[in-house]
């Protein structure tokens, strides 16, 4: 019985898309904590609300013709409470209007207008090619970078944007590529496993991802090599090794390993609690981290 009631619990956290909306709540955190700087609820607010509205419209433009017989519990789930998602899809999109017209500057406002575009554009099929009608995620190679893209920009170049709008910091350029580069390469590393899981299916609708490319063993590879990366420049960039980077190495080890024992055995609560959870994590670690009696 608890158990069952615990499960109900984990769906509505998942499957609603809540717990990935908390997430990018997380990755905002992130970046504040990074720069040292005070957290805008309003941004985070918006973070939160915007993720929840992208992520339910995908799902909602996306439906199966038979949506109660998907291989995909999560499908399945979100079309059985259809009425929920249309509602919280609506909600959100009333709670950005104030956020944004009323809290965010205008070059935030400018920025999050770009991002909004390429995330509708990623799920609309608005371009022709072959005489089919093809969105952006249809491109060959480029759904992986997309969605990177959005949340390093969402997560990374909005508190920034917004807090040097309001005098309060102001951060290098090369800090602020570095930071997006770096969210850009986790995103990228998290995501890849997502599309090998789908492999199969993204051949059936003509999906050209990374791991339709290139393969599933060449795709984990890649995965790895993401993360290289990112510990590279953590390490090169980093004058001093302070709590801050034995966190993020930390959150990016476990990452590693998480993705390494990913399969297509793995349920959906592996890759919507763990793989997506360690935006979440890495948040929590460096909180953990900054606890530490080390000077």
């Known amino acids: 019985m608890i158990r069952k009631i615990g499960l109900s619990i984990l769906d509505f956290l998942l499957f609603s898309n809540f717990f990935i909306a908390i997430c990018a709540v997380a990755q905002g955190l992130v970046t504040y904590h990074l720069l040292k ?5 309003h941004v985070l607010a918006f973070l939160f609300f915007s993720t929840l509205l992208i992520y339910n419209l995908a799902v909602l433009l996306s439906k199966p013709k038979a949506p109660q017989n998907s291989p995909f519990k999560r499908v399945r789930w979100i079309f059985a409470h259809h009425r929920f998602t249309i509602s919280t899809t609506l909600i959100s999109a ?27 554009a990623y799920n609309i099929p608005f371009l022709s090619f072959n005489q089919k ?19 390093a920009s969402s997560c990374v170049l909005l508190p920034i944007v917004e807090l040097e709008s309001l005098h309060q910091i102001q951060v290098p350029l090369s800090e602020t590529v570095l930071l997006v580069a770096k969210r850009f390469l986790f995103v990228c590393a998290i995501t890849v496993p997502f599309d ?15 791991p339709v490319m290139l393969g599933e063993k060449k ?77």
């Open 37 to 41: 700087a005070k957290p805008s609820e």
């Open 94 to 120: 009333l709670c950005l209007i104030p956020l944004g017209l009323l809290y965010l500057s205008f070059e935030s406002k400018l920025l999050m207008v770009f991002v909004g575009l390429l995330s509708v």
């Open 133 to 151: 009608k093809i969105g952006l995620r249809n491109i060959p190679g480029i759904k992986l970078f997309l969605i990177s893209f959005v949340w």
């Open 196 to 210: 090998i899981r789908d492999l199969f299916q993204d051949k059936l609708y003509e999906l050209k991802t990374i």
């Open 219 to 295: 795709a984990w590879i890649f995965c790895q090599a993401l993360l290289a990366v990112y510990l590279l420049l953590l390490v090169l960039f980093t004058k001093d090794i302070n709590l801050d980077v034995i966190g993020l190495t930390l959150t990016v080890l476990l990452t590693g390993w998480l993705i390494f024992k990913s399969n297509f055995k793995r349920n959906e609560y592996y890759y919507f609690f763990y793989l997506d959870g360690t935006m979440l994590l890495q948040y929590l670690i460096l909180v953990a981290c900054s606890w530490l009696p080390i000077s």
